[in-house]
Nanobody, 128 residues
Framework: QVQLVESGGGLVQAGGSLRLSCAASGRTFSRVAMGWFRQAPGKEREFAAAIRWSEGTTYYADSVKGRFTISRDNAKNTVYLQMNSLKPEDTAVYYC?????????????????????WGQGTQVTVSS
């Protein structure tokens, strides 16, 4: 089994920054890409960012582009989400996910059905 554990969430004022981490452990699997999703109260889960593990290519939702940066550390088996210029509408539970499927087009990784493993989530609250 593969475990994904998120950390780094918290309460921050609008305009502030947070860095989320997601550490992967457990059995070895072919990790092609990892993504970050978020779910606000009363709303459906939505895509935020994804990274193709081997080459580091990234893909972002329009709502976070230019403010969020996804990155990974191979040695630590960890993916990060640096969130800057946070807004109250960024308030949500943030989940990381891992996919073993390769798609030539990065936009496929915006779909939550391509991911095999999910973390438990970390709460991010942005106050106005």
């Amino acid at each position: 089994q593969v475990q994904l554990v998120e950390s780094g969430g918290g309460l921050v004022q609008a305009g502030g920054s947070l860095r989320l981490s997601c550490a992967a452990s457990g059995r070895t699997f072919s990790r092609v890409a990892m993504g970050w999703f978020r779910q606000a109260p009363g709303k459906e889960r939505e895509f935020a960012a994804a990274i193709r593990w081997s080459e580091g290519t990234t893909y972002y939702a329009d709502s976070v582009k230019g403010r969020f940066t996804i990155s990974r550390d191979n040695a630590k088996n960890t993916v990060y989400l640096q969130m800057n210029s946070l807004k109250p509408e960024d308030t949500a539970v943030y989940y990381c996910a891992a996919s073993s499927r390769y798609y030539g087009a990065r936009y496929y990784y915006a779909g939550d059905d391509v991911y095999d493993y999910w973390g438990q989530g970390t709460q991010v609250t942005v106050s106005s």
